[in-house]
């Protein structure tokens, strides 16, 4: 009965879907978490993700960045299935994530890959590297031994962990971090998935290894025509990966555009500053720092009303940016929400001074 579910599963997905459609819909996500004081009785809630929106198209890659604290995990979890959704919908080749059962999430994450941030906090310690690879294809019925080694030799071979008579049989102590990262990549990609998300894929690698896994992602995702969400806090790496960057802010995405747009015109005050705190290693441009917003994130439990950037933002307009901002279209294809670039700005702001 089980396999005829996940038969009836994935023929519903299949039926569904529109040629012309994302491969991934998020809209209006909002992910608040509950807060108990003392265990007892509600003490407000943390609003982790708070009115996203966005697509993703298959074959394409996007990066979706912000400082700690901003969101980004939560959102990844999220659109992994292992959050519940407080309002808004993540459609999936056409079906909503939130009204899956069990059966339906077996059929999901088939076509999901995950890559952690952390390589060897991710790898059971007393699993070899051999088990590791191979748990993914037992849970997913691949009964077959012969079909599941032939699995695990092709995706060694893709991700470079070579020579696989050696790799296979070591426990993820034995291997180095560049190694560790790649079984990682290869547990990920072992069930030939559809999309990857990748939570800060290099941050824990040393700096000559993070451009090879960086390269060794992209060559994965143009050979598979796989879309990937790629998640991170710096911006020095996305240029080497993705189409379309997102930024994050306290909950919400102020600014999405293509990748190179972004990066030689950004336009939100808070990308700007992202961009000026990103590190160089010529140290003339040290200078640039001084243009870091003072003060910290806010808090996600009162984040502030409109802008949640005003507070920090030398742009600041009384009256005005404690609403909402619109979401504009200074170029084509980019969106940026915030109030300076409004083509009414200077009616709204004299409506709001009187």
């Known amino acids: 009965m089980a396999t005829k579910n996940k038969t009836t599963a994935k023929a519903a997905g299949n039926n569904s879907e529109d040629p012309n459609a994302p491969l991934l819909s998020v809209k209006n996500l909002r992910v608040w978490f509950e807060l108990r004081r003392f265990g007892f009785g509600n003490a407000g809630f943390v609003r982790a993700v708070d009115g996203v929106t ?12 912000g400082e700690s604290g901003c969101g980004k995990s939560s959102l990844m979890k999220t659109i992994l299935g292992l959050n519940t959704p407080t309002e808004g919908s993540i459609v999936f080749k056409g079906r909503d994530i939130s009204n899956f059962n069990r059966q339906d999430l077996e059929w999901y994450r088939s076509l999901i890959g995950y890559v952690q941030q952390d390589p060897f ?9 051999e088990r590791i690879l191979e748990e993914p294809l037992i849970i997913h019925g691949i009964k077959d031994k012969e079909e599941r080694m032939r699995r695990i030799h092709k995706v060694m071979e893709e991700v470079k962990l070579t020579p696989q ?13 560049g190694q560790a990262q790649r079984v990682v990549i290869a547990r990920a990609m072992i069930l030939e998935p559809k999309f990857i998300v990748a939570d800060e894929p290099v941050s824990m690698l040393d700096a000559s290894v993070r451009v090879e896994i960086l390269k060794l992602l992209r060559d994965l995702q143009s050979s598979h025509k796989l879309a990937v969400i790629y998640i991170t806090h710096d911006l020095s790496t996305v240029r080497y990966f993705s189409e379309r960057i997102f930024v994050m802010y306290a909950g ?19 990308t700007q500053a992202l961009l000026a705190a990103t590190s160089d290693p010529d140290a003339n441009n040290a200078l640039h720092y001084k243009d870091v917003p003072p003060g910290e994130p806010p808090s996600l439990v009162k984040p502030p009303m409109g802008c949640r950037f005003h507070p920090r933002c030398s742009h600041f307009m009384e009256g005005l940016c404690t609403q909402d901002p619109p979401e504009v279209a200074p170029e084509a294809n980019y969106l940026t929400s915030c109030w300076l670039y409004d083509p009414e700005l200077e009616v709204k702001l004299a409506e709001a001074q009187r």
């Open 54 to 65: 966005f697509d993703l198209h298959e074959g394409e890659a996007i990066a979706i960045v």
């Open 252 to 270: 919400q995405l102020i600014e999405k555009a293509p990748m190179e747009a972004l990066l030689k015109r950004a336009r939100h005050p808070y």
């Open 165 to 177: 008579a050696e790799v296979l049989p070591k426990f993820p102590h034995q291997i180095s971090g």
């Open 121 to 129: 906090g991710s790898l059971a310690p007393f699993m070899t590297i």
